[in-house]
């Protein structure tokens, strides 16, 4: 059992508790709310593509009116919930994260072996956040989560899926590591980032991800998408 949180606060506070048996794998979350019933209804999608002043001019005002609590991730990072679930730790405040196994995951087998790494340092929302000064941040995740993952599971650095979110489904920087072979939810080509991409992209222009279009998909439901639709963006 656990706790978890999306960006439209439809999880928070919410235990999801999840197993597999066979090859059925069930996730129920209760108590269901409105928002709960909404997510995952199957609903019509649209393709954003942000530009570096759509993030300046809509998205990240959207972001900062929005009351997205993300006391629960700093909850795990001080260690007053899931202590007993980090796999690793690298302490330092700028440069160091926690890495826990994600809620989808029961840990029992390695097939669709799920991670996540959260970094310590506060106040990076996101890729948008990134510049060349998070290299050593990023680095640090990249390195010592696959050694952490290759002595805990036996999974090398070359059968590993590491990727971050766009748009993030929390607002404070977090690193996914998946399974190679499993097809991981959000490991869609128009929301995950490859950690090494990014590294690479950082190095060649520290403001790259201010700079950049990022392309991504948003539910009919999500208040996001209105904000595009009233700025004649979609």
């Given at each position: 059992t656990g706790w978890r949180e999306d960006r439209n606060g439809a999880g928070f506070n919410s235990p999801c508790i999840g197993w597999c048996t066979?090859?059925?794998?069930?996730?129920?979350?209760?108590?269901?709310t409105e928002k709960h019933l909404q997510k995952y209804?199957?609903?019509e999608l649209s393709l954003i593509q942000e530009t570096g002043e759509d993030y300046k001019k809509?998205?990240?005002p959207f972001i900062e009116s929005q009351s997205f609590s993300i006391q629960w991730v700093y909850n795990i990072l001080e260690k007053k919930a899931e202590a007993d679930r980090i796999i690793y730790e690298n302490p330092d405040p700028a440069h160091g994260f926690v890495l826990i196994p994600?809620?989808?995951?029961n840990q029992k087998q390695v097939d669709d072996l799920y991670l996540i790494a959260i970094c310590h340092c506060r106040g990076i929302k996101s890729l948008r956040d990134l510049t060349a000064e998070h290299l050593p941040l990023l680095k640090n995740i990249s390195r010592e989560g696959k050694e952490a993952i290759v002595k805990r599971f036996g999974i090398g650095g070359a059968q590993l899926r590491v990727y971050l979110h766009y748009q993030p489904s929390y607002y404070h920087l977090h690193v996914h590591f998946t399974a190679l072979g499993y097809d991981a939810p959000g490991c869609t080509v128009e929301r995950a980032h490859l950690l090494s991409d990014v590294i690479d992209h950082l190095e060649r222009d520290s403001q790259y991800y201010q700079k950049c279009t990022l392309t991504f998909a948003l539910r009919a439901d999500e208040p996001l998408l209105k904000k595009f639709q009233e700025a004649g963006r979609v």
């Open positions: 066979g090859k059925i794998k069930t996730t129920v979350v209760y108590p269901a209804l199957r609903q809509i998205t990240l994600d809620l989808k995951w």
